[in-house]
């Protein structure tokens, strides 16, 4: 079936450095793609969404970038805080009646002071 | 609004016992979705409400699985008998009404870790 994957599942950056998370998708058909960012001890909190018509969306020290011709996506944090901690999600999404969320294996990102 | 309330937070329980997983979604959510995850598997979604009624339950792993939402402001996940391999945390979140060809944002809540031993 349709999947959503990661390809790396640890990162470590020093703290101040950029940080650059992908994420591989399979189904063409998604609309929406949305990065999740989850911290120990906690459920899944919305970052950042694009659409499927978008290349390029930026938000508060992030960035996500879509390329539908490889089917990949990636996640951009700038000047990477200890607050940054956490297991990364990227998911997608074919809009409807039922919005199907469909998550990725999750990349963790490990913050070096 | 204090979020997506789940409880309890933890849960220990034996092979064979009954366990009831409970879950507040945001005032005036629409979607209620209730999901597993484990180490192996990832996030998965085992199902979902709209309007109180199940819609989608093709994830709800077996028999043993049920979820219940008898009023807008509340919803339980029970598994009866459960089994070692239940062991994971079980998340529930909510969202808006979708718009067409579009999505609204879940909100999940802390989540239960479960484990049966």
């Known amino acids: 079936g349709e999947s959503v994957g990661l390809h790396l599942p640890t990162l470590s950056v020093q703290e101040g450095d950029n940080s650059i998370i992908n994420c591989a998708y399979s189904?063409?058909?998604?609309?929406?793609f949305i990065w999740y960012k989850q911290e120990s001890g906690k459920g899944p909190q919305f970052i950042i969404d694009i659409r499927s018509n978008m290349d390029k969306r930026q938000g508060q020290r992030v960035t996500v970038l879509l390329n539908k011709t490889v089917k990949h996506l990636s996640l951009q944090i700038a000047a990477t805080q200890p607050g940054d901690s956490a297991v990364y999600f990227c998911a997608e999404i074919v809009s409807g009646g039922y919005q199907k969320v469909t998550f990725g294996t999750g990349t963790k990102l490990q913050v070096i002071p | 609004d204090a979020g997506v309330i789940q409880s309890p937070r933890h849960e220990v329980t034996e092979m064979g016992q009954e366990v009831t997983l409970r879950c507040k979604p945001i005032s005036g959510h629409d979607y209620l979705f209730w999901y597993r995850q484990t180490m192996m598997r990832g996030l998965e979604l085992l199902i979902y409400f709209n309007n109180n009624v199940p819609i989608d339950d093709s994830g709800m792993p077996e028999d043993r699985f049920s979820a219940k939402m008898p009023n807008a402001s509340f919803s339980t996940l029970k598994i009866q008998p459960s089994e070692p391999r239940d062991s994971a945390v079980y998340f529930c979140?909510?969202?808006?009404?979708?718009?067409?060809?579009?999505?609204?944002?879940?909100?999940f809540g802390p989540g239960t870790r479960l484990t049966v031993l």
């Open positions: 979140a909510s969202s808006l009404i979708v718009v067409a060809g579009g999505y609204n944002e879940q909100f």
């Open positions: 189904n063409s058909a998604s609309d929406y």
